[in-house]
């Protein structure tokens, strides 16, 4: 679950310069050359749903904070928290003015797209909105394209993938019209903007270390693909508790739409530990030569909503499944 944030309390300026505050040693050395360099985490001092992409040697950060989205640019993957740049606001009085959740960035077909729930200041009319680029610049101005049909329901947290050259949409919601749990669907797409079939449900909350908080929760899908792997990496429990973590579902083979050909790991992919709390809401970017897991955190035990944001590499199995270890505490070095 997750609702409006305080931030926008001071003002648009107010919260774009929190939320996008880097930590000082991280911005340091995000400006030297990288040459076995290291850094400390978090990476940025406030964050949420942290969404990092990257395309023709850029990263791109995309957040929402002070009723608006803002994207950032960086060439180095330590600086997404730098030159951010507001990119939409929306127009008051329309289903999506207000609450503005989990934007992610994606480049489609030639162009930026920017997916976000939003709603008119009630939580249930939550709903997944797709803007588009109206130039070739990221940080430049965005339209909105319109709603998903996400079956008239509650939706938050969606994430497009494309998949043997198919598009598919991912996202978390209702399975009617009141909040009683969070699960995860998916459904067919034939452009970026336009959901093409009925949603599919693949995921529920019921393995004992999803179902931490009232109600239950999967949310934070993201797909992630590696030697023709398909992986969906989920956020599980309650946001607000120390026991968020990161689950995962293994697609088999077959039909995407098929939810028999998703299994679940049975065990929490990425998950608390005694220094770090809540970790969850991951994105994933490689570097070149290493894969990198960018997540939000809890800032201290029993601190909810109040995050941090990190990251660390990661490896894979030999199976081909991903390996992300354990959240690495504040202070431990990491390798950049």
């Known amino acids: 679950m997750k609702f409006a944030k305080i931030l926008a309390l001071c ?60 994207v950032g640019k960086s060439r180095e993957l330590l ?20 609450d503005l959740w989990a934007p992610e960035i994606q480049f489609l077909e030639g162009k930026w797209f920017i997916y976000v729930a939003a709603d008119d200041g009630k939580n249930e009319n939550h709903r997944m909105y797709v803007l588009r680029a109206k130039t ?27 998949w043997q050259n198919k598009l598919y949409f991912i996202w978390s919601g209702w399975e009617g019209t009141e909040n009683v749990a969070q699960n995860l669907y998916i459904a067919p797409m034939s452009n970026p903007w336009t959901i093409s079939g009925p949603r599919v449900l693949i995921s529920k909350p019921e393995l004992p270390w999803e179902l931490n908080g009232r109600p239950h929760i999967n949310e934070g899908p993201t797909a992630l693909i590696h030697e023709n792997r398909l992986f969906i990496v989920y956020s599980a429990s309650g946001s607000w508790s120390d026991d968020y973590c990161l689950g995962r ?42 894969d990198w897991i960018v997540y939000h955190s809890a800032r201290r035990s029993g601190s909810g909503w109040t995050r941090t944001v990190r990251m660390q590499p990661f490896t894979w199995n030999a199976d081909g499944s991903p390996d992300f270890g354990v959240p690495l505490p504040s202070g431990v070095p990491i390798l950049y």
Not at 142 to 156: C, F, H, K, P, S
């Open 11 to 70: 003002g648009v300026m107010c919260a774009l310069s929190i939320e996008s505050a880097p930590m000082a040693g991280a911005q340091a050395l995000a400006d030297t050359p990288r040459a076995s360099r290291t850094f400390t985490n978090p990476v940025l001092a406030s964050g949420n749903d942290p969404w990092v992409t990257r395309h023709d040697g850029y990263y791109y950060y995309c957040g929402s904070a002070g009723g608006q989205i803002f």
């Open 79 to 98: 600086g997404i928290g730098s030159y951010t740049k507001g990119v939409f606001v929306p127009p008051q009085g329309q289903p999506y003015s207000r």
């Open 136 to 162: 070739d610049d990221a940080q430049g101005e965005y339209e909105v394209m319109g709603a998903l049909d996400t079956g008239g329901r509650w939706a938050i947290d969606g994430d497009i993938f494309s």
């Open 249 to 290: 579902l293994d697609f088999t083979g077959g039909d995407v739409l098929n939810p028999q050909n998703w299994k679940k790991f049975p065990r929490a992919a990425f998950a608390r530990t005694d220094k770090v709390f809540g970790p969850g809401h991951a994105s994933f970017v490689n570097d070149g030569t290493r």
